[in-house]
């Protein structure tokens, strides 16, 4: 019988290595995940990986159980990459690398319109560019509620913070992308006024943000 996570945590605390190797095989594309979304760096991203579950196995005793494993996993996942970005920041002066989008899509295999895919690929560099381009703070709130589908009391308790910053940080960060957005809309004959992230994901598809 398969065990659930709850029990996983608690074989792990007994020192269950194979407890944490199946955490690591449940959730380990959701955190690269994660973090290429937020450092926007591969190699970031998987120091991200590894580091998460180092952090996992140190911690795990501290871990009350207040929330879902998931939802603690997210916060050292989202916690670590602000770390990596922070610290890639130190080193270079240039943020050239973190505007840059590693191609992590599979081919869908279907023939498509030149002309669409062709608009699609256009908005999907507007909006990865207009992203990158927020704080990390609003960047990852974005990724978290737009992209993860995560509620609001959810992404307050990864982040530890109010749910009214929440809000406060996406109004800001929607609205920052309206006007960054604003010339792509405009030039297509939309009402940036209109605008919203979740449209934006389905026409593009799953966006590497």
């Known amino acids: 019988m398969e065990r659930t996570e709850s029990i996983l ?34 190699d ?4 991200v990986l590894q580091d998460a579950f180092l952090k996992v196995y140190d911690s795990i005793n501290a871990f009350r ?10 916060r050292i996942v989202v916690n670590l990459s602000i770390d990596a970005v922070k610290k890639r920041k130190r080193q270079q002066e240039s943020m050239a690398s973190l505007s840059k989008v590693s191609d992590v899509h599979q081919s869908q295999g279907t023939q498509q319109d030149p002309t669409r895919q062709a608009e699609r690929n256009e908005l999907q560099e507007w909006v990865t560019q207009a992203v990158n381009s ?21 992404i307050a308790d990864i982040l530890d913070c109010s749910e009214g910053t929440v809000r ?6 929607r609205k920052r992308l309206r006007v960054l957005l604003a010339p ?13 992230l979740s449209k934006i994901k389905q026409v593009c598809g799953q966006l590497c943000l």
Not at 134 to 154: A, G, N, T, Y
Not at 168 to 173: C, G, M, V
């Open 9 to 42: 945590v608690a074989d792990l605390c007994d020192g269950d290595m194979t407890a944490l190797a199946i955490l690591v095989d449940r959730h380990k594309d959701l955190v690269y995940r994660v973090a290429m979304q937020i450092t926007k760096n591969s």
């Open 44 to 47: 970031d991203a998987s120091d």
């Open 65 to 74: 159980q207040e929330s879902a494993f998931e939802t603690w996993l997210y």
């Open 134 to 154: 927020l704080s990390i703070k609003h960047r990852s709130v974005v990724i978290l509620h737009e992209l993860e589908e995560l509620s609001h009391p959810q």
């Open 168 to 173: 406060s940080r996406l109004h800001y960060a």
């Open 184 to 196: 792509y809309i405009d030039v297509k004959g939309k009402q940036a006024k209109n605008f919203k």
